[in-house]
């Protein structure tokens, strides 16, 4: 069984073009003189949006690699204090004596840190999240999880600080209106 078509409703508004009275065309705001105009504005439009992103980007992929850079060299030059690990004989009590002393972890407590961009939905998160490997994080905003020298709470820490410091130095204006923060936590 075929379904009757619906008449369609001969088109009565007018162009949207300044000083146009003309019928507009089916699918558009404007009539058919003015339609190829308007898309050409429109193309130039998203045109020059694309050419302002392209430099943003560029800026951002300096910036980073300058960051990435610094916060490296700063990890690996951390030395953190070691970590010495013991048993007590009652281990509610912390005045009780020793059973286990065993050898210090030199890379110091165990964590994580991370790297966190506001508003998830800036420019600056954008770029991060698509060639960065920055991800949605919880609270909102995109982050990136340091991944570098295994557990190492100090080091991993000590990353992240130098790489929002540079990060915010090296953006300058392109960082106003963006929040860029560090987060950690014990292990």
């Given at each position: 069984?075929?379904?009757?078509?619906?008449?369609?409703?001969?088109?009565?508004?007018?162009?949207?073009?300044?000083?146009?009275?003309?019928?507009?065309?089916?699918?558009?705001?404007?009539?058919?003189?003015?339609?190829?105009?308007?898309?050409?504005?429109?193309?130039?439009?998203?045109?020059?949006?694309t050419?302002?992103?392209?430099?943003r980007?560029?800026?951002?992929?300096?910036?980073?690699?300058?960051?990435?850079?610094?916060?490296?060299?700063?990890?690996?030059?951390?030395?953190?204090?070691?970590?010495?690990?013991?048993?007590?004989?009652?281990?509610?009590?912390?005045?009780?004596?020793?059973?286990?002393?065993y050898?210090?972890?030199?890379?110091?407590?165990?964590?994580?840190?991370?790297?966190?961009?506001?508003?998830?939905?800036?420019?600056?998160?954008?770029?991060?999240?698509?060639?960065q490997?920055?991800?949605?994080?919880?609270?909102?905003?995109?982050?990136?999880?340091?991944?570098?020298?295994?557990?190492?709470?100090?080091?991993?820490?000590?990353?992240?600080?130098t790489?929002?410091?540079?990060?915010?130095?090296?953006?300058?204006?392109?960082?106003?209106?963006?929040?860029?923060?560090?987060?950690?936590?014990?292990?």
């Amino acid at each position: 069984m075929k379904y009757a078509r619906k008449s369609i409703a001969p088109n009565t508004m007018k162009c949207k073009w300044e000083n146009c009275s003309m019928d507009n065309t089916v699918n558009s705001k404007y009539c058919h003189i003015h339609k190829a105009e308007a898309r050409q504005r429109w193309n130039e439009v998203v045109s020059a949006q694309t050419e302002e992103r392209q430099k943003r980007y560029k800026v951002y992929e300096t910036a980073f690699k300058k960051a990435f850079q610094e916060a490296s060299n700063t990890g690996e030059n951390h030395v953190p204090t070691p970590m010495v690990v013991t048993e007590r004989i009652n281990p509610l009590d912390n005045e009780s004596p020793l059973k286990n002393v065993y050898e210090p972890i030199s890379d110091g407590v165990c964590g994580f840190a991370w790297i966190v961009i506001y508003p998830g939905t800036s420019s600056l998160a954008k770029y991060a999240k698509k060639y960065q490997g920055f991800a949605p994080h919880y609270y909102g905003g995109v982050a990136l999880n340091v991944r570098k020298y295994g557990q190492s709470y100090e080091r991993k820490t000590m990353f992240a600080h130098t790489f929002v410091e540079t990060l915010t130095k090296e953006l300058g204006e392109y960082a106003k209106g963006v929040r860029i923060g560090t987060g950690g936590r014990l292990d």
